[in-house]
């Protein structure tokens, strides 16, 4: 084998070697934009116990509403009752 078939092979395979680490680097930066992608994800899920409280604050919350309007009709029904319209 002469110098120039060893050049012509190193030239070959540095032409690879270039081309592998353009693929490497853009694979990098994917995975960058996607880890970027993860966290703001990872960031915004709310955890079981999270949704089960905010459920269970929702849930008071309504059933104070309720009772609010219950007395309301018991007084209106009450009102109505005494002027014998009902």
Same mark, same amino acid.
């Given at each position: /084998?002469?110098?120039?078939?060893?050049?012509?092979? $190193? +030239?070959?395979?540095?032409?690879?070697?270039? +081309? =592998?680490?353009?693929?490497?680097?853009?694979?990098?930066?994917?995975?960058?934009? /996607?880890?970027?992608?993860?966290?703001?994800?990872?960031?915004?899920? =709310?955890?079981?116990?999270? #949704?089960?409280?905010? #459920? +269970?604050? #929702?849930?008071?919350? $309504?059933?104070?509403?309720?009772?609010?309007?219950?007395?309301? /009709?018991?007084? #209106?029904?009450?009102? $109505?009752?005494?002027?014998?319209? $009902?």
């Amino acid at each position: /084998m002469d110098k120039n078939d060893k050049n012509e092979i $190193l +030239s070959a395979i540095n032409t690879f070697a270039e +081309s =592998v680490d353009r693929r490497f680097e853009s694979i990098d930066q994917r995975f960058d934009r /996607m880890e970027g992608r993860i966290g703001k994800i990872e960031g915004t899920v =709310v955890t079981k116990d999270y #949704l089960g409280e905010k #459920l +269970s604050d #929702l849930r008071g919350d $309504l059933v104070i509403l309720v009772r609010k309007e219950d007395n309301k /009709m018991n007084k #209106l029904i009450d009102i $109505l009752t005494h002027k014998q319209v $009902l």
